[in-house]
């Protein structure tokens, strides 16, 4: 009896536990972006639009509870049609671990608006149609704790299908690069982004040595003290020339600043 209790409750610790990817990801190569061991950033999803007949990647995501997805504001335009991929490694191939969702509800943070991006609040909520199976290749991340702010330096994971360098094609496997985070006092400073960055927002990478990787709404996965992974960032804008222009890091929606603005709307939607 007690033996299985246990198990049940190793079972529960295992599925609902966020941060723990069965697959560990590589975090031992300090180049520019790299192909992601296939599922070790289980809580990366696609978004992807309706063209046509066909869905088209857009926009990447972080499963952060067993029916919700963090997307950003700007990835949402109204009266498109968006489904959410789970559980995908490489585009080109059917791996038969991925998960298709449709979207139940949207909620794009009220104050987020496209046309005045630098007031952050580059944030939105996607309720899926019913929880996704949690296994080896699917699970969710952990949140922050509310107002946490990472030291300057501290290693931090973009993660996405996005383009490889500027301009570049999009790769059909799942990159990952090392995005050291930028400290607000000084990715604020005049000649870096100025007063565009909010408090609201982290900034990750920012010279050659970070890559060029990842894509809007999709995480900044850091590893906590107590070895779990947590998305502290949705990433939000880059600077338009270059990616990866020196003194220009990409800037995220800080997660641990609408923890409470989170918990509400998964409470009550
Ligand atoms: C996870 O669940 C999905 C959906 O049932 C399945 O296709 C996949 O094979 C499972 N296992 C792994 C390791 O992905």
Redesign the pocket.
């Known amino acids: 009896m007690l033996q299985i209790l246990i198990i049940l409750l190793f079972q529960t610790v295992f599925v609902f536990g966020c941060g723990t990817p069965a697959v560990k990801p590589d975090t031992n190569r300090i180049v520019n972006g790299v192909d992601a061991r296939p599922h070790s950033w289980p809580w990366q999803i696609s978004l992807q639009v309706k063209h046509g007949s066909r869905y088209h990647h857009t926009c990447g995501g972080t499963l952060i509870g067993p029916r919700w997805v963090l997307t950003a504001g700007h990835c949402i335009w109204p009266g498109d049609v968006y489904r959410v991929l789970i559980?995908e490694h490489d585009m080109s191939v059917g791996e038969?671990?991925e998960?298709i969702h449709e979207i139940l509800r949207i909620v794009v943070h009220p104050d987020w608006d496209i046309d005045h991006v630098a007031k952050g609040n580059d944030l939105t909520l996607l309720k899926l149609d019913k929880s996704p199976?949690m296994?080896?290749?699917?699970g969710v991340a952990c949140l922050p704790q509310a107002g946490e702010i990472l030291a300057h330096g501290t290693p931090c994971y973009i993660t996405g299908w996005g383009n490889l360098y500027t301009h570049g094609p999009m790769p059909d496997k799942l990159q990952q690069a090392l995005l050291p985070v930028v400290e607000y006092s000084e990715c604020s400073r005049s000649d870096w982004w100025g007063n565009v960055v909010k408090t609201t927002m982290v900034c990750a990478g920012g010279d050659i040595v970070s890559g060029c990787n990842g894509d809007s709404g999709g995480p900044l996965n850091c590893l906590g003290q107590d070895g779990r992974w947590y998305i502290q960032g949705v990433t939000s804008f880059v600077s338009s020339s270059i990616c990866n222009e020196v003194k220009k890091p990409t800037v995220f929606t800080r997660t641990s600043a609408f923890t409470e603005w989170i918990s509400e709307v998964m409470l009550h939607y």
């Not at 296994?135 to 699917?138: E, G, L, P, R």
Request: no cysteine; net charge negative; aromatic share 0%.
């Open positions: 559980g038969g671990t998960q199976i296994n080896d290749s699917v």
